[in-house]
């Protein structure tokens, strides 16, 4: 991501020679130097033993249940509630909504049990909540509680964010009984919101640029160790009550920024990170040399060690990046990756070159390139990189400055993608389209015949009002929706997060005003809350 356009513009390529180091890969890994520490862990083991005690305190029921609101601190719209019951049950509760389909009902996973935990999500800020508990014995019968839970009010980085919400149809919008729009920050705390944009859960450890929801249905949040700190280095995983379960620290010597200003905040892990099948972490990190934001780390969930890189100077040619011209900062900043996707079909990968206007496909066991899509000429490639540039049937789009790439269907030789396409011509993207709009765009791939066929978009009509130059991202719905985070519209005063169907259609438009401290929304994710693999014990 960039932060001006001005960082865009001295950023082309120049003709200046620079035979930058490469580094090696154990010089990265000391470099980049990742760790597990327990830091945030221990200081939350006190409140861990804590709800451990009252777990097995049987004094608490269904009718006068223990309840810990914001149980982890980090986390003031959420609560812990304990009970017990004479027979086995599940339990589910709903908080009741404001209006119509803004009602959060989750059932508490982990089956039959006398002893509940249930971690309630989704209350209002500044409201007493009535959140009704029900429970199911095993013989069929039921009984239900409502309790009241009192929450203060938002901190001042999210309710200066004003929200705004029209085109709302809740009976066309992916969001079931408990889904909620994360908007995934640039800066501050990461919040979510429901169908009214009212904020309906938020983290107070402040973030930038990553927040993923992984498998077993916690977060992995990049987030700083002071709030006072200028470097976001560490890695947290964390579930919706902000307990933390694991802990990932780096070293800053690979830190930067994308404005080129010192006095800036910088991050270690920049744009995005994925969990991948073994549940190690791989992650888009720059390697502590003149070049940055290039290179990606494999981060054990065991050790927290490195255990694989993937240095991208060593993948495309030298001339890309020995030629490209430094920023204000002194770094190179020549590719710019800002998404990374994993294909488990395949065992490949798929990123996003900003700078370069390009995407492409990794082996990731041998790191070598499957195909290139980019508006640099095949004729300007080396010979060894033609046979994998795709050809784009007439009609289709040239990506600039694209962000969000990731897979949504591998078929055969068939791959259909999706990317938030800024349409920014950075180095070689369309110059006449350049900057009149921006767009959601899905492609298939065909990898037999290397052609890309542009097979839908969004955007394009929305003309320059919608123009990002900077961030951005498009996500499928479950329903076949297309949520769109036009994240830097009218030059970051406001994101614009837009929910379309298949033909078009809006059916949520939320705008995000006065997001101060670069707080802009980087992403938008709309995610269950809580997860169907999230399990709750203060046991584990």
């Known amino acids: 991501m960039c932060f001006s356009l001005i960082v865009v513009a001295c950023s082309k390529t120049s003709s200046s020679s620079d035979n930058g180091k490469v580094l090696s890969t154990k010089q990265i890994k000391k470099n980049v130097g990742s760790k597990l520490i327990k830091t945030r862990e221990n200081s939350q083991s006190t409140l861990t033993k804590k709800y451990q005690q009252v777990v097995k305190n049987s004094s608490y029921t269904l009718s006068d249940p223990y309840v810990k609101l914001n149980p982890y601190k980090t986390s003031p719209l959420t609560a812990l509630v304990i009970f017990q019951t004479d027979q086995e049950a599940e339990v589910s509760y709903t908080v009741e909504g ?134 976001y280095n560490d890695l947290i995983e964390t579930d919706v009550l902000g307990r933390v379960y694991k802990e990932y620290s780096f070293n800053s010597k690979t830190k930067s920024n994308d404005s080129g200003n010192a006095k800036d905040e910088t991050t270690v892990i920049h744009h995005d990170l994925l969990e991948l099948p073994n549940h190690d972490i791989l992650a888009t990190v720059s390697d502590g040399s003149k070049y940055k934001e290039d290179v990606m780390v494999q981060i054990s969930h065991k050790t927290g060690k490195i255990v694989k890189v993937i240095d991208l100077k060593r993948i495309l040619p030298s001339s890309m990046y020995k030629k490209y011209k430094a920023g204000s900062d002194g770094k190179v900043d020549w590719f710019h990756q800002n998404s990374v996707d994993y294909d488990e079909s395949d065992n490949s990968i798929m990123i996003s070159g900003r700078n370069q206007d390009m995407i492409m496909k990794l082996d990731y066991k041998t790191n070598k390139i499957i195909w290139i899509y980019s508006g640099k000429k095949k004729a300007t490639w080396p010979k060894k990189y033609r046979d994998k540039i795709l050809t784009p049937t007439q009609g289709t789009t040239i990506t600039g400055g694209q962000h969000g790439l990731y897979l949504l269907k591998h078929d055969g030789d068939s791959e259909d993608i999706m990317l938030y396409d800024n349409n920014i011509d950075v180095t070689n993207g369309d110059k006449k389209t350049s900057g009149k709009y921006s767009q959601a765009v899905e492609y298939q791939i065909d990898t037999k015949n290397m052609t890309i066929d542009q097979t839908w978009s969004y955007g394009k009509n929305l003309g320059k009002a919608n123009f990002t130059s900077i961030i951005g991202y498009a996500e499928r719905e479950s329903n076949g929706n297309t949520l769109i985070d036009f994240g830097f519209k009218n030059n970051g005063k406001e994101s614009n997060i837009i929910e379309v169907d298949s033909e078009g259609n809006q059916v949520f438009n939320v705008t995000m005003k006065n997001a101060s401290s670069k707080a802009y929304a980087y992403r938008a994710y709309r995610v269950p809350f809580y997860s169907s693999d999230y399990v709750f014990d203060v046991n584990n």
Not at 103 to 123: A, D, W
Not at 164 to 172: G, L, W, Y
Not at 203 to 229: A, R, W
């Open 98 to 231: 404001e209006s119509d389909n803004t009602s959060i009902t989750n059932k508490v996973n982990g089956g039959y049990s006398t002893t509940h935990q249930v971690p309630v999500v989704g209350l209002y800020a500044n409201k007493t909540n009535q959140v009704t508990i029900n429970v199911t014995y095993k013989d069929g019968t039921t009984a239900t509680q409502t309790i009241e839970i009192k929450t203060g009010s938002l901190p001042k980085y999210i309710k200066n964010a004003t929200i705004s919400v029209k085109n709302t149809d809740k009976s066309k919008m992916d969001i079931g009984n408990n889904k909620l729009t994360i908007i995934n920050r640039t800066t501050k705390e990461p919040f979510a919101i429901d169908a009214d944009g009212n904020v309906r859960w938020y983290l107070t450890d402040y973030s930038q640029h990553t927040i993923e929801q992984i498998s077993n249905g916690h977060m992995l949040v990049l987030t700083k160790k002071k709030e006072s700190s200028q470097v």
